[in-house]
């Protein structure tokens, strides 16, 4: 009994010996732009490193005001919000078709939306630039938001939540005379939150993270999101580490905390990717 | 009459639902890439002017460019690299997280994936810090084992491995996650009659758990290949594409040619290279593992 005991802790300590290194490289970073973050300016390469023993939140507010972060925060809300609510209600209409519509040449129309997951953005950027452009849209939030309203991933998840779900109910609901836009929203769309859910993240992360597109379409100061903010203040304030630290730490925060309070939705959506 | 009623209905609900998306993704999506491969027969060098029609000028530029060849290998090297690394060091770590004597196993998990989900921007700025060959804390702690530490992002030979390490780090949660769905997948018994034939932990590591994986690395392979080949922002924000050229991805000539230089038809000539290569690259995947067929081993 003991000797069994003993020995699976030696195996906890040995497994434990052999990941730590791992986890610290990873960690390392954060550890050290955290540290960074709070360190008095001009000190960043004097120890400690790794972890803080000064906490100096003054780079944060001079970060914070030394570039607008709060209208590069709610610029970047503003248009996830808007991405992230129309990729689902349009998402749905059409997953509701590919889910429980039958028409002739239906699998083909879901191959084609399916197909644009392996266009890559740079195969289309410049005549989407020039399309932009045409329509007097650089510079606005149009530009961040049209183009981005649709996507199939999401039709793809959602319609994959759709078919599971068992058909009686979508036969019953009809023959009670239940119109498919009442079925879809009171029906269908309720039993399948957490497929909503994923999606919803997936896009969000999609529009926080976003970089290219932004910087180039709408690089105007009033217009700027969380990353290409956060470039545009690395060009500003070239040596200012501390306050880049503490820039980086606040563009970082929304994702890292969305990630942890959903990270089941986020891995179960990861899964799926096989197309992308 | 009734059935007539209700074809009619069905049309126009499936017309009305599938309208707006269809509209954005023509507009947004199939447009744009056709007219891609149009843009791609001019020369467009000045906005002011029309776009003159030269055929397959601009692809055999491109193919006698040396700029243009250096950045599709230089974006090869990138991809390769990161795409086997993360897969091997993914395989390690799933299956030590998938071991159940390892304490804090989904804490780990989340750690692992954190880069991921850590925007791209934020990466490479922190990177441009910690890899500063005066101040960084990586030169800070090598000085103690060596004289004369890399300049990384300015040394033709360390910078481009300097930006894969990143893209590794970004990668390698993602590589965990698959294969530790994959693990899940595979039946105790194989494990149990391995161990009756006198395996080691390692022997069935090799002999069990690697045969296993096939299908979910060629999967990963393939998916690796084409969100590497991709990179863009943490180049454009370390390097540039410097020093010399040395770290300037496919992305970035794309880039720097349509949208600093207006060279629009060389641009879109690009994209349709781009978009090819992608093409191919999918189309192998989907003849390797199916269409669209994680869900089957996951």
Not at chain 1, 201 to 230: E, H, K, M, Y
Request: positive net charge.
């Amino acid at each position: 009994m003991f000797k069994h005991m003993s020995k699976t802790l030696l195996n906890k300590v040995f497994l434990l010996l052999i990941i730590l290194p791992m986890v610290f490289l990873m960690v390392m970073p954060y550890m050290w732009m955290i540290t960074a973050s709070l360190k008095e300016r001009g000190h960043v390469s004097e120890p400690p490193y790794l972890v803080p023993n000064t906490f100096d939140f003054s780079n944060y507010s001079k970060a914070w005001n030394g570039a607008p972060f709060g209208k590069y925060f709610s610029n970047t809300l503003f248009v996830a919000v808007v991405v992230v609510v129309s990729r689902i209600f349009f998402g749905a209409l059409a997953a509701y078709v590919f889910a429980f519509i039958d028409f002739k040449g239906r699998d083909i129309v879901y191959f084609v939306y399916l197909s644009t997951m392996m266009i890559p953005f740079y195969a289309i950027v410049i005549p989407l630039y020039l399309l932009v452009n045409d329509f007097n849209w650089l510079n606005s939030y149009q530009a961040l938001i049209f183009p981005r309203i649709v996507d199939a991933f999401a039709i793809m998840i959602l319609r994959q939540a759709f078919i599971s779900i068992p058909r009686e109910y979508i036969d019953a609901a009809s023959i009670d005379g239940s119109s498919h836009w009442y079925i879809l929203w009171k029906i269908v769309f309720p039993m399948c939150l957490p497929s909503v859910i994923t999606s919803a993240v997936f896009s969000f992360l999609f529009i926080w993270n976003d970089f290219f597109w932004p910087f180039l379409v709408a690089n105007d100061t009033n217009l700027r999101v969380i990353q290409t903010g956060l470039q545009a203040f690395t060009g500003r304030y070239l040596t200012e580490w501390t306050y880049w630290m503490a820039g980086t730490v606040i563009a970082s925060l929304p994702p890292v905390l969305l990630f942890i309070f959903a990270q089941k939705y986020y891995i179960s959506g990861l899964s799926r990717t096989g197309l992308k | 009459m009734k059935q007539r009623k209700n074809s009619r209905y069905k049309i126009s609900t499936t017309v009305l639902f599938l309208f707006p998306s269809l509209l954005v993704l023509c507009l947004f999506v199939f447009y744009p890439i056709i007219d891609a491969f149009r843009l791609s027969l001019f020369e467009w060098n000045n906005p002011a002017r029309d776009p003159v029609f030269v055929g397959m000028e601009n692809y055999k530029n491109l193919f006698m460019d040396d700029r243009f060849l250096n950045s599709l290998k230089v974006t090869l090297t990138y991809t390769v690299g990161v795409t086997f690394i993360s897969i091997i060091l993914g395989l390690i770590i799933a299956n030590l997280l998938n071991n159940k004597n390892l304490p804090f196993r989904n804490f780990f998990r989340g750690l692992f994936f954190l880069p991921t989900v850590t925007p791209t921007v934020v990466a490479a700025m922190v990177w441009i810090i910690i890899f500063n060959p005066t101040y960084g804390f990586v030169n800070i702690l090598l000085r103690n084992v060596m004289d004369m530490p890399p300049n990384w992002f300015s040394d033709p030979h360390w910078a481009l491995p300097t930006i894969m390490l990143l893209g590794i780090w970004r990668r390698v949660g993602f590589t965990i996650i698959i294969y530790l769905a994959a693990l899940q997948n595979i039946p105790n018994d194989y494990y149990e009659i391995s161990k009756m034939d006198g395996a080691n932990a390692f022997q069935s590591f090799l002999y069990v758990t690697i045969p296993q994986m096939i299908p979910t690395t060629l999967m990963l392979i393939t998916l690796g290949f084409i969100d590497s080949f991709l990179v863009f922002d943490q180049v454009l924000i370390t390097t540039r594409g410097g020093p010399s050229s040395t770290t300037e991805v496919v992305s970035l000539f794309l880039y720097t040619d349509a949208f600093t230089l207006f060279k629009m038809g060389k641009g879109a000539a690009i994209s349709v290279i781009i978009f090819v290569i992608i093409l191919v690259i999918t189309l192998i995947q989907w003849r390797l593992v199916g269409f669209g067929s994680y869900e089957d081993i996951s």
